[in-house]
Nanobody, 127 residues
Framework: QVQLVNSGGGSVQPGGSLRLSCAAS????????IGWFRQAPGKAREWVAS????????SYDDSVAGRFTISQDKSKETVDLQMNSLKPEDTATYYC????????????????????WGQGTQVTVSE
């Protein structure tokens, strides 16, 4: 059974940075789509970014493009989300998710495309 464990997160002031990590176990690393989603209180979960493991192709929602960077560490089998220039509207619980196909083979922005999910980690951006 694939397992995803989220870590990182916390509280930061606007303009600050945080780094989230998603550690995958029991995964064939070659070609999966790993995505980050977030859910703010009272709102639907929304897609943030995705990466195809192995090849490393990435995509971002417009709301985070230029501020967030998704990356992989093949040796550790982790996918990180580096978040810079954080805004209060970035406050949410962040989840990583995995689909056992390349991102270009699925609707990477859609929750239903992912089979496995991490437990989530809280990010709070406030003064």
């Amino acid at each position: 059974q694939v397992q995803l464990v989220n870590s990182g997160g916390g509280s930061v002031q606007p303009g600050g940075s945080l780094r989230l990590s998603c550690a995958a176990s029991r995964v064939s690393w070659g070609s999966n789509c790993i995505g980050w989603f977030r859910q703010a209180p009272g709102k639907a979960r929304e897609w943030v970014a995705s990466i195809t493991t192995g090849g490393g192709q990435t995509s971002y929602d417009d709301s985070v493009a230029g501020r967030f960077t998704i990356s992989q560490d093949k040796s550790k089998e982790t996918v990180d989300l580096q978040m810079n220039s954080l805004k209060p509207e970035d406050t949410a619980t962040y989840y990583c998710a995995l689909a056992p196909r390349s991102c270009w083979n699925i609707q990477a922005y859609a929750e239903a495309a992912y089979r496995y999910w991490g437990q989530g980690t809280q990010v709070t951006v406030s003064e």
